[in-house]
């Protein structure tokens, strides 16, 4: 809706108690996104409704799990990437069957799967215990040991509700993504799901089927949903889902929910790449698995990563004191930028070296030394200010620091203001070892 839309609809008393000037100065915020509906007191019942189902997130934000390993499928707000971000990095979980001869290892060989990328650790974020053996004693049992092996949050597969009731018995508290309501059970699955409180996903036979299906369970109480087309082949699932979220973004309510996409088909780990790639670019909530093999999960969470990061922020790490190695109070301190790809390289540089060491990137807003340099956010205040508040004058008993090669102006004024010696240091990060060596051991 439009300010002017959304002025039509308000009391239009200038009131003030919304905290804004006037009533088409809070039309104009909640247009933008900087007020909420709650904010005015005196809407009316109906004005109320319109503007909450008009500011409602076009694809509803579902929660699946519980604790610190939760993880989150939705709230996404464009088609293409460039037009904004996309926002929740889709969770990819690994398939273990209750026919698994050892669903401990399985579930164990997943956890383990952890991959370093520009130092945040990525990997699967869902264990789908799904339940092949029809049986729903030996479902209950698998999906015990894995809940008990295990802090990933899990997904339930089984059409029968009698398995999933013995399931969410066992694991029902760690809040599990049920797996799915169709035609012929969804009452019984939508009142387990609602009963446990957790999200209940929707398998339909095609689109039409979906969103019939998708509103019937919505009318039953239960919307923490997750759709999935029922569509098998990759040529049709990615057709689903890119119709999915085209219409979700135009507000057609049954389909405002995220998805859930199978990479089963085969366990050739190539095609499994290329089929879950396919589905986390375009556009699943939720993607699925057939194994924990690593030369299947690290691919994906590198594509997911590069997707899922927004191309506005560049990626950053911490500004605070790092060691390399095992320094005491006379190692070297070298500053550089807080931009990751700077500073991995210039850690990497210095471990190469083999002289233990503290780095100290300066937080520049993740731009590297001379785009920092350039901006005003490399600047001697700000190194100096890092010197003095970073605790790294108690860690070293000397007072001399080391600069990128290419900021050597700063020495001067760093040095007036820190009271510390400053090293010019090489300009590019290769030279690092030599440097060292040649600088700082003699
Ligand atoms: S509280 Fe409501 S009526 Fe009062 S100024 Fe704000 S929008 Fe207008």
Not at 252 to 277: C, K
Not at 314 to 328: C, F, H, K, L
Not at 383 to 406: F, Q, W, Y
Not at 415 to 424: F, N, Q, T
């Amino acid at each position: 809706m439009t300010g002017l839309d959304i002025f039509k609809l308000l009391p239009k008393t200038n009131c003030k108690k919304c905290g804004q000037a006037t009533c088409l100065a809070f039309a104009m915020a909640l247009a933008n996104a900087k007020a909420d509906v709650g904010q005015c007191p005196d809407l009316s019942d109906t004005a109320r409704e319109t503007l909450e189902a008009a500011s409602a997130p076009q694809i509803t934000l579902v929660k699946i799990g519980a604790g610190p390993n939760e993880t989150q499928a939705g709230n996404e707000t464009v088609l293409f990437r460039h037009d904004k971000c996309f926002v929740n990095p889709a969770p990819l979980a690994v398939l273990i069957s209750d026919k698994s001869e050892n669903p401990a290892a399985e579930t164990l060989k997943a956890n383990s799967l952890v991959f370093d990328r520009l130092g945040q650790m990525h990997g699967i974020n869902l264990l789908a215990v799904q339940n092949h053996s029809g049986d729903t004693v030996v479902f209950a049992e698998t999906v015990k040991v894995v809940s008990e092996n295990t802090n990933f949050p899990l997904i339930l597969i089984s059409e029968d509700p009698l398995a999933i009731e013995k399931a969410l018995e066992i694991t029902g508290a760690k809040k599990p993504l049920v797996y799915a309501a169709t035609e012929e059970n969804y009452p019984a699955m939508t009142e387990l799901s609602r009963k446990y409180n957790v999200p209940l996903a929707v398998k339909g036979r095609d689109l039409d089927h979906l969103a019939g299906l998708a509103e019937k369970v919505a009318a039953l109480g239960h919307r923490q949903l997750v759709l999935d087309s029922g569509a098998r082949s990759v040529r049709q699932v990615l057709a689903d889902q890119t119709q999915i979220r085209r219409q979700a973004l135009r507000r057609f309510r049954p389909f405002g929910y995220p998805t859930i996409a199978f990479a089963v088909n085969s366990r050739d780990p190539l095609q499994a790449v290329v089929e879950a790639g396919v589905y986390i670019a375009k556009y699943a909530g939720i993607v699925v698995l057939p194994s924990a093999d690593p030369e299947v999960v690290l691919p994906l969470v590198t594509l997911r990563l590069n997707i899922f990061t927004d191309p506005q922020k560049p990626a950053a790490v911490d500004s605070r004191i790092y060691e390399i190695g095992s320094p005491d109070d006379s190692a070297p301190v070298l500053v550089t930028s807080n931009f990751s790809l700077t500073y991995f390289c210039v850690a990497s540089d210095v471990e190469a070296s083999r002289v233990p060491a503290y780095i100290l990137p300066i937080d520049t807003d993740g731009v590297s030394v001379l785009t920092g340099w350039a901006a005003g956010k490399f600047t001697p205040e700000r190194i100096a200010a890092m010197l003095k508040e970073s605790g790294i004058e108690d860690k070293v008993a000397h007072r001399r620091v080391i600069i990128p090669g290419g900021v050597a102006v700063l020495s001067g004024k760093l040095h007036d203001l820190s009271g510390w010696e400053v090293i010019v240091g090489p300009v590019e990060s290769s030279g690092i070892p030599a440097f060292l060596k040649r600088r700082w051991i003699a």
